[in-house]
């Protein structure tokens, strides 16, 4: 399996357009000793010929131009890209599925309640549904093992396996619609298997680390996990106001150090980095820190196979 990190930050992406945070500030001076990201998306592929998007980023239209891999390869309208497995309902790892509106057939792979919000209640996503089998839904269950089939319904080989992290639904999710959700649907870290039993653990949002999750991810070969926010008052310490980390359904990079640090097994990568989080500063000591403990930093461009 081949992994590709086509883009690393959190939602907003660094920098942010209306952020002028110390990071978001010295890197657009060209000041800052680190690197600008695009906001998260993860593609997997057994092959290299059918790839699969681990959510849909509103950058993906970039990310897909640049890397060669991703570009249509025969005839007139075609796409290397089989389909998406979908963690949660967010906005910036959903938005992207309109962007690959124009009538390629995809496979979706997403709960019961995400599949629910975005197509009964948004009705853009109605783009998707222009013709016969344009997006094909295939719902799965939290807990439960499925294929990632491609758009002609055929078995790529991977295995997925999700787990509920979350029971939040984006702030858009009325009430009316919430009362009919399970929560247990809302938000989801995935485990895909190759066929050569190489393991990627993809959390991007996760809430708590419970010991059974640290099991999980003791078995993975590779960790993408919830880099976020340093710490858990972050954003209200710039801006004044706001939600913890923890409300917002991230457990703060200061506090996973520490838990996760008796892992032996994966190599440990942070993911999902907001424009805040000091430790994107290559110079400073939070940077330092997370390398010293032996994880690494996603950047967008990244690949590796498994
Ligand atoms: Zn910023």
Redesign the pocket.
Known sequence: MRVKILGSAAG?G???WN???????ALRAGTFQGKARTQTQVAVSSDDKNWFLLGASPDLRGQIEAEPELHPREGIRQSPIAGAVLCNADVDHTLGLLLLRELQTLRVHATESIRRILTEDNSMFGMLQRVPNQAIWNPFAPGTTFSLLDSKGEDSGLRCRSLSLGTHYPAYVSQQRRSGLVSREASLGLIIESPSGGRLACMPAVPQIEDTLLREFESADVLLFDGTFWSDDELIR?QGSGQTAREMGHVPVSLSLKKLAQLRSPRKIYLHI???NPMLNEAGPEYRQVREAGWEIAEDGWQFDL
């Open positions: 907003g660094f920098p942010q952020c002028a945070c110390r990071n978001c500030r710039i907001n424009n805040t």
